[in-house]
């Protein structure tokens, strides 16, 4: 049945990988059993102890050995189909009373090229009988009888370590040995030793001191790892590789006979290298001397006779410098690796005769930027690495723009360049357009701080890459020259360097013409520039900026500014929650005498902006962000002058009644916002729809009888007329039934009062007279008073602004007292300038005095000569007043009550807004 299975296996290994050999069975019931296996190792149970087994199919068997357990032991499981392996490993497994050609045999297991032993003593040739075939064996920590590997007489490899032999037994070693390794042996070999071994071309030797080498005919190879080597004067005549880690000649003498090719020494305590010291070994290739543990010396002439040198590696040596003409005995050199020294410049003229020279190392040494001078001439090299010094920039200044070229500019041939840690700033010229074959060129951990759009064009060169890594770029400079370019130029399917640039871009203003370069063509560069945060510097070009203003432009308190360059630079201007109460004061923040045309972006959120002037915008204005303000109403050619400068609205108490229909047209149009907005009654600015308001406030009815009452009285009046006083009293009376036509207020009605008086404190007498007349008859009007109506303990400022705006007119009470208290001259300010803008009279003067006995200031003087004033003791004072002032509306609507306990700005009805701390007030 197995034989089967075996037939089809090797039938399947046709045309599938060979089935894995079963693991070995165990046959000896009772003594022993598996226990347990992972995919190459499987444990068993013979006798109570756990033999460790493990193999891959035709590669290796390994047994390690329990203690007490042998390989003579018949219990021992076995491969049910034969496995071949190359290699049989016994570990800790003592010698068999068998041989191991019948161990294996036990086994089912055929070793084809190596037995390994480790741990094994007593070994003698009855061992390793039948195992002739081996063409190897390793032995680690055991001991051979004398004599054992008689046996053995094809190997070819033996690796003896910490084996102990009878003295002598070198010789008596298998004469077809090719290559021996001796390992901590302890034993001399000696020329006789090797004698007897005439096919041994490899000899390792890795020992202690006290052991002397020494050369044999046919050597080829030697490698020597030991304290204080001595190296025989005369070389094997066919040595043609010598490795020698520890070598003690302080200054070598020259070789009597040298067959060399290569010499590989390490640790070596050599000082000197002397002049002639290779004089024997012209066929000398490869030279290295590597970690010395003194400062290493050359004499001039220390090449001399190696004249087919083609790779010195002068490596860890603490060399200081190189005597001049020395590599004038190397001229076919193409390797130079003087990596790790101590060199501060290399002589003038090394290079002269080594034209084939395509790899230079001088990483990790004491060079200045002078040595690049040095290079000038190599134009063969292929390969250089100047990583390691202090070399600074060699194509000029760290601040210069326009980059030179270096001394390197002629070594067009160069495919790699090592540049690392060597304190550059600047990617030269030369780098980018003289060296079509560069295909690395490596700049990491430098002093790069920026890079510009240039630094990245290495045209025409296919496939290089560029490593900045390591260095703290803060900015990708383009100029707007250079985004259209990348934009609108750049050939995307043309070849272009792979740029691994350090995530450590600032992402500022600076970054701005790159960032949209990148923003619109990320193809342009192949490079993934990366802000210091993490993201793409392509990601938001609009979004960077630079904290400040740009020159010419300062920014003051309370507003912090901050810009970037484009097209037109812009200009964002942050004053959210300043407690501004006008536009006016964020834009006086900035001044720009000389400053360019900016775009201008107002970020005014959070503020107590209670309405805007056209006149107080910068021009250019692109975004107002006016949110969380007290806006209530805009007229509605404001509105859509706005709306052109990105307005946003939201959180603020807009009226959403009958007179604004026009404005909340527009925004609801033209809103950045729109959909965030609301109206103070509550309800969003999009499902605001007022009604126009009506013309005529009483129904058309009551018009009719009005109408048939003043044709009644037709003559009656026509009689009245002709006589002023009476004429003026008669029309003060309609005017107060609103039976004179009025001039049309439209914006009006939508004001709290009708009269702001506005008086001094000394004045307060008569102004209660005054209040009690016009608060009464058949129009009362709405006053606002300020002993009434203002908060206690609000600003001032704040409330005699918002009381003029509140009111249709302001009646100022201008008497000496008034002349000096300051609050009623702003009042008078306050008030005029309303009137001016709107171009209504708005200012109605009450003079308690003759105007030649009132101390007047010019503005007074001159707005009483254009302007009529009501005069107090005129005998038509009333009549003139009532005239003077807009017919009255009847009690204010009642307020709500009880006050809300906390501001809701959403909640309020638009006429508190205007004026927040107004105190709560009876109609009366
Ligand atoms: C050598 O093998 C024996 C068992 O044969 C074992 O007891 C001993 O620990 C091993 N020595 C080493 C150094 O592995
Ligand atoms: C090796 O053989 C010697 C005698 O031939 C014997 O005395 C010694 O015990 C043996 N050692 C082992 C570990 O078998
Ligand atoms: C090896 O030979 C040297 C003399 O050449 C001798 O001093 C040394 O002791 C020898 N070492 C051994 C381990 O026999
Ligand atoms: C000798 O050394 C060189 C370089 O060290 C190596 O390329 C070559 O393969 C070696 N030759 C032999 C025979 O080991
Ligand atoms: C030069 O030597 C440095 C070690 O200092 C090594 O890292 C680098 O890879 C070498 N350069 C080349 C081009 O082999
Ligand atoms: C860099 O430029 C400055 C002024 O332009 C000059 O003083 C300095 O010497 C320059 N440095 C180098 C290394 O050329
Ligand atoms: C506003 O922008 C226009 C062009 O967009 C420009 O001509 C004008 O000078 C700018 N005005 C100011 C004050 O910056």
Same mark, same amino acid.
């Given at each position: 049945?197995?034989?089967w ?12 990988p060979?089935e894995?050999?079963?693991p070995?069975?165990?046959?000896a019931?009772?003594?022993?059993a ?9 444990n ?16 290796y ?5 329990p ?11 076995s491969?049910?189909s ?9 570990t ?7 041989s191991?050609a ?9 070793v084809?090229?190596k ?14 009988a ?5 063409l190897?064996l390793?032995?680690?920590?055991a001991a ?7 046996a ?6 033996l ?18 040995l ?23 071309a490899?000899l390792v030797?890795?020992d ?7 050369m044999g ?5 030697l ?15 066919k ?8 070598w003690?000649?302080?200054?070598p003498?020259p ?24 004089q024997?070994?012209?066929a000398l290739?490869s030279?290295r001397?590597?970690?010395a ?17 083609e ?8 060399l200081q410098y ?7 005995d ?16 290399l ?5 002269a ?6 790899t ?14 040095s290079l000038t001439a ?12 202090d ?5 000029g ?22 540049l ?6 600047m990617?030269?010229r ?13 700049l ?26 390591g ?8 100029t707007?020259d ?8 750049v050939d ?10 350090p995530a ?5 203003c ?5 960032a949209r ?8 560069v ?9 993201g ?5 070009p609009?979004a960077l900026?630079c ?8 920014c003051?308190?309370?507003?912090a500014?901050a810009?970037?360059?484009?097209p037109r630079p ?32 107002l ?6 902006i ?6 107080d915008l910068?021009?250019n204005?692109?975004v107002l ?11 509605a050619?404001t ?6 400068h ?5 959180d ?5 009644d ?7 047209a527009?925004?609801?149009a033209?809103?950045?916002? &729109? %959909?965030? *907005?609301?109206?103070? !009654?509550?309800g @969003? +600015? /999009?499902? #605001?729809?007022?009604a126009?308001?009506a ?8 018009a009719? &009888? %009005?109408l *048939?009452?003043?044709? !009644?009285c037709? @003559? +009656? /009046?026509? #009689?009245?007329?002709?006589?002023p006083?009476?004429?003026?009293r ?7 039934r609103?039976w004179?036509?009025?001039q ?5 009605? #939508?004001?709290r009062?009708?009269?702001f ?12 007279q ?17 002993y ?6 609000g600003?001032?400022?704040a409330?005699i ?6 009111s ?13 208290s300051?609050?009623a001259?702003?009042?008078f300010?306050?008030a ?7 171009a ?6 009450v ?8 101390p007047l ?11 009529t004033y009501v005069r107090?003791?005129d ?5 003139k ?19 809300p ?12 807004s ?11």
């Open positions: 049945m197995a034989r299975v075996l037939v089809l296996a090797l039938v399947g290994a046709w045309w599938e060979a894995p050999v079963e070995p069975r165990c046959t019931a009772g003594r022993c598996a226990a347990g296996s992972g995919p190459s190792e499987h068993y149970i013979v006798d109570g102890l756990t033999v460790f087994l493990e193999y891959t199919d035709s590669r068997f390994k047994i390690i050995c203690k007490g357990l042998t390989l003579d032991n018949s219990a021992l499981p491969f049910e034969q496995l071949r392996v190359s290699q049989v490993y016994f800790d497994c003592p010698s068999p009373q068998s191991y019948e161990v294996l045999e036990r086994l089912n297991v055929v084809l090229d037995l390994s032993l480790t741990n094994v003593s007593n070994l003698t040739a009855a061992h390793f039948q195992l002739q075939h081996v190897a390793e032995l680690y920590k051979l009888a004398p004599r054992a590997l008689a053995l007489p094809q190997l070819q490899r690796h003896l370590d910490s084996v102990r032999v009878a003295p002598g037994e070198l010789r008596h070693l298998p004469h077809s090719e290559k021996l390794d001796l390992v901590r042996m302890g034993t001399n070999v000696t020329a006789a030793d090797l004698a007897a071994l005439p096919h041994l490899k030797v890795i202690g001191p006290n052991v002397r080498v020494e005919p046919e050597l080829r190879v490698s020597l790892d030991m304290l204080d080597v001595v190296l025989p004067r005369e070389l094997g005549p040595l043609l590789n010598l490795t020698v880690l520890g003690a000649e302080l200054r003498a070789w009597l006979q040298c067959a060399l090719e290569s010499l590989d020494a390490r640790f070596v305590k050599v000082e000197v290298l002397p002049a002639g010291w290779l024997r070994c012209a290739r030279l001397v590597e970690m543990e003194l400062p290493l010396r050359l004499e001039p002439g220390a090449l001399r006779g190696a004249a087919k040198l790779e010195i590696r002068l490596m860890s040596t603490a190189l005597p001049p003409g020395l590599l004038d190397a001229p076919e050199l193409k390797l130079l690796d003087l990596r790790h020294n101590r060199l501060l410049e002589p003038g003229g090394l290079f005769k080594t034209n084939k020279l395509e230079l190392n001088l990483s990790s040494n004491q060079f200045t930027h002078s040595v690049l001078s190599v134009t063969s090299l292929v390969t250089l690495d100047v990583s390691r010094n070399l600074h920039d060699s194509c200044n760290k601040t210069d723009v326009i980059r030179g070229s270096s001394p390197l500019q002629y070594l067009t041939k160069l495919r790699e360049l090592r690392s840690k060597t304190n550059s700033s990617i030269c030369d780098w980018r357009e003289n060296m079509p074959h560069l295909k690395t060129l490596d990491t951990y430098n002093s790069f701080e920026y890079i510009t759009f240039a630094d990245m064009q290495f045209n025409g060169i296919v496939d290089v890459t560029v490593d900045l890594q260095n703290n770029i803060s900015t990708l400079e383009y707007r250079n985004y259209e370019y990348a934009v609108n130029v995307a399917a043309s070849p272009r360097a792979q740029l691994k640039l450590t871009l600032r992402c500022d600076h970054d701005y013409w790159a370069a990148f923003h619109e063509r990320p193809t342009h192949a490079a993934e520039p990366r802000c210091a945060g993490g793409k510097l392509g990601r938001a609009d900026e904290a400040g203003a740009p020159t010419g432009v300062t003051g308190a309370p507003c500014c810009w970037r360059p484009g812009v200009l964002r201007v942050r004053c959210a929650g300043a407690g501004l109460r006008s536009v006016r004061a964020a834009v006086a923040a900035v001044r720009a005498p000389r400053g360019p045309p900016v775009d201008w972006e970020y005014l959120a959070d503020n107590r209670d309405r805007v002037d056209l006149d910068p021009h204005l692109t962000d006016l949110r969380n303000n007290s806006v209530s109403s805009l007229s050619t509105a859509s002058e706005l709306v052109k990105g307005l946003r609205l939201a603020n108490p807009l009226a959403c009958c007179g604004a229909a026009d404005t909340l527009v925004l609801r033209g809103l950045q916002d &729109a %959909a965030a *907005a609301r109206c103070a !009654a509550g @969003a +600015l /999009l499902q #605001a729809r007022p126009p308001c013309r005529w406030p009483a129904p058309a009815l009551g009719a &009888a %009005a *048939a009452t003043l044709l !009644a037709g @003559a +009656l /009046l026509a #009689a009245a007329w002709r006589q006083g009476l004429r003026l008669l029309k003060a009376a309609l005017h107060r609103g004179l036509p009025a049309p207020e439209p914006e009006d009605d #939508a004001r009062f009708d009269v008086v506005s008086f001094s404190h000394g004045d307060e007498r008569f102004v209660r005054l209040a009690a007349r016009l608060e009464s008859g058949p129009a009362p009007y709405r006053l606002c008073l300020h009434r109506d203002w908060a206690p303990g600003w001032i400022p409330q602004a918002a009381s003029v705006r509140a249709r007119r302001t009646v100022a009470v201008v008497s000496e007292h008034f002349l000096r300051s609050w001259r702003a009042e300010q306050e005029h300038a309303l009137a001016l803008r709107d209504r009279p708005r200012l109605v003067v003079l308690l005095d003759d105007p030649a006995r009132l200031d010019d503005r007074l003087r001159r707005y009483l000569a254009t302007n107090w003791g005998p038509w004072f009333w009549e007043l009532y005239l003077a002032l807009p017919r009255g509306r009847g009690p204010a609507p009642p307020r709500p009550r009880p006050r306990p906390r501001w809701r700005r959403a909640r309020r009805p638009r006429w508190t205007r004026l927040p701390r107004w105190t709560a007030r009876t109609p009366r």
